[in-house]
Nanobody, 127 residues
Framework: KVRIVESWGGSVQAGGSLRLSCASS????????MGWFRQPPGKERKLIAI????????NYGESVEGRFTISHDKDKNTVYLQMNSLKSEDTAMYYC????????????????????WGQGSQVTVSS
């Protein structure tokens, strides 16, 4: 059985940093699609980072590119989202997601079909 467990989020002032973690059991984070989504209050959930670590591939949404970094620890089977230069508009519920795939292109073709989800982590950025 696959289980995705996220760390607690947190509150930070604008310009600050925060790191979220996402521990997986039953699914290897390095050889499957891993993604981070976020859902601001009153808005739809959107993908902000996607990775296929075994192929060294990842991609970011425009709103976070250059400020957020997705990474992993293979031994801990954990994915991280390092968030720097945080802005008030980054305030949202953040979700880690996973989907089985054999390749990076399998991730891309997967589209919006993500099967496994973490419980969500609230991130609040105050200006």
């Amino acid at each position: 059985k696959v289980r995705i467990v996220e760390s607690w989020g947190g509150s930070v002032q604008a310009g600050g940093s925060l790191r979220l973690s996402c521990a997986s059991s039953g699914l290897a984070v390095s050889s499957n699609c891993m993604g981070w989504f976020r859902q601001p209050p009153g808005k739809e959930r959107k993908l902000i980072a996607i990775s296929y670590f075994d192929e060294g591939r990842w991609n970011y949404g425009e709103s976070v590119e250059g400020r957020f970094t997705i990474s992993h620890d293979k031994d801990k089977n954990t994915v991280y989202l390092q968030m720097n230069s945080l802005k008030s508009e980054d305030t949202a519920m953040y979700y880690c997601a996973a989907e089985r795939a054999d390749t990076w292109w399998g991730c891309i073709l997967n589209g919006k079909n993500w099967t496994y989800w973490g419980q969500g982590s609230q991130v609040t950025v105050s200006s």
